[in-house]
């Protein structure tokens, strides 16, 4: 590890760098990424994963998989996508006084900011926890302290793969800086205990962070649940736990855009406070980019699908109408089926010309990926975006995107 010299200062003249500062990378014995898979239980009432598999195995072992199961874990070999080899752990900038390295060491993984002429270690910081499920990118954040922050490099996976720098930071400086409010982990996990008052405040019991979504996020506190169902119970199926099946449309609809209905939402609760089945109206402030005439597709599926015609002339359509949410996703074409339980084949304006291979296509006509300016990371001189499928069901013009 490259070690900051006599020319710090000129470094600083040289290079932006945010929170400038040398910072040894810690051991692995040193304090690192604190969590408890089975903290739910301090949570009052939940019981965590553990204790639901008992009785839902066959769900159990496909949930794992899902990528609300993985839409967050802590950092270690398994959950890192990132390449750590000789030449593929780099990332150059726009800035050519400043580039990063990331490095894996006693167990610990590390990005380090390394600027000037020459070049000199002027921070590095050990990635805590993996943050998306990896479909796309993988981004991650480091504890200082009780405090969470974004660290300034991802993983992107689409395309030509490789380290980026993360989407909304500058090209060419070094910000470690950007903090992680209780709101961004209310989506990514399934609780931390924030320890300040402040809606972007980034102070928290580290050791009450559970990772990904877990059972209870949609089907509420389970203790009382499993204590009603011990061996030897004659408790009727289904006391005392949520089940979102049973919840009117709205409900469901409403399960879903807690995350799924765009980040821009005003809260009019504290995070991980929301209860299943009770109205989102009453946590959220309904998104203002519903409003727009072409919301952006990122995070925004559930009020792009109350503007489909397909959604409008249905008083019973629903997300899960589509998704199992204890599976992993499937490829585009199988969800064809799903849209020709209300539609014919010979119906479709293209059937004439394309004959009954429509019946696998339905999706990428009338559901195409189109490109997020949400997320846009960068590579050296290099912008990098990402399509994402629009939920807003229509005909679309053979020539969109």
């Known amino acids: 590890m490259r070690r900051i010299g006599p020319l710090v200062c000129l470094v600083t003249l040289l290079l932006p760098v945010a929170h400038l500062g040398e910072q040894s990378p810690p051991s692995a014995a040193e304090a690192g990424p604190v ?3 089975t903290s739910a239980s301090t949570r009052a009432g939940y019981a965590g994963d553990e204790a639901c598999q008992a009785c839902h195995r ?6 794992i998989h899902t990528a ?12 890192i996508l990132g390449t750590f080899g000789p030449g593929e752990n780099g990332l150059r900038t726009a800035n050519p006084a400043l580039h990063f390295e990331m490095e894996a060491k006693d167990g ?8 000037g002429f020459p070049y000199m270690s002027v921070r590095a910081e050990r990635m805590d926890v993996v943050v998306g499920s990896g479909h796309r990118a993988q981004t991650y954040l480091y504890w200082r302290g009780d405090q969470l922050f974004e660290l300034p490099v991802s993983y992107w996976l689409e395309g030509s793969a490789g380290w980026v720098n993360s989407p909304g930071y500058q090209n060419g400086l070094a910000n470690f800086g950007r903090t992680i409010p209780p709101r961004c982990l209310e989506c990514h996990a399934s609780f931390i205990q924030a320890t300040a008052l402040g809606t972007f405040d980034n ?17 509420g506190p389970g203790k009382e649940h499993i204590a009603l169902h011990a061996p030897g119970s004659q408790a ?15 409900r469901q609809i409403d399960l879903c855009a807690l995350c799924h209905n765009g980040i821009e939402r005003q809260q009019l609760g504290p995070a991980f406070s929301y209860v299943p089945g009770q109205p989102l109206a009453n946590y959220l402030q309904p998104n203002p980019m519903d409003n727009t005439t072409r919301p952006d597709v990122h995070g925004n599926q559930v009020g792009l699908l109350k503007r489909s015609r397909c959604f409008l002339s249905s008083a019973t ?9 204890h599976a992993p996703e499937r490829d585009a074409a199988s969800y064809s089926g799903r849209c020709l339980q209300c539609h014919q084949v010979t119906g479709c304006g293209m059937y004439k010309t394309m004959g009954k291979q429509i019946a696998t296509n339905c999706i990428d006509c009338h559901m195409p990926l189109l490109t997020t300016s949400a997320i846009v990371a960068t590579r050296g001189d290099e912008s990098i975006g990402t399509k994402i499928r629009t939920h807003w069901i229509k005909i679309y013009p053979k020539t969109v995107e």
């Open 317 to 325: 359509m629903t997300c899960t109408t589509c998704h199992d949410v």
């Open 236 to 250: 009727k199926t289904g006391q005392a736990i949520l089940n979102p099946a049973t919840f009117p449309r709205d």
């Open 203 to 219: 102070h928290y019991d580290r050791a009450s962070l559970v990772p990904g979504v877990a059972c209870e996020t949609c089907h």
């Open 35 to 37: 969590a408890n898979k």
């Open 68 to 79: 609300h199961h993985l839409t967050s874990q802590l950092a270690g070999p398994s959950s």
């Open 108 to 115: 610990a993984y590390f990005q380090t900011a390394i600027a």
């Open 58 to 63: 066959v769900q159990s072992e496909a949930y």
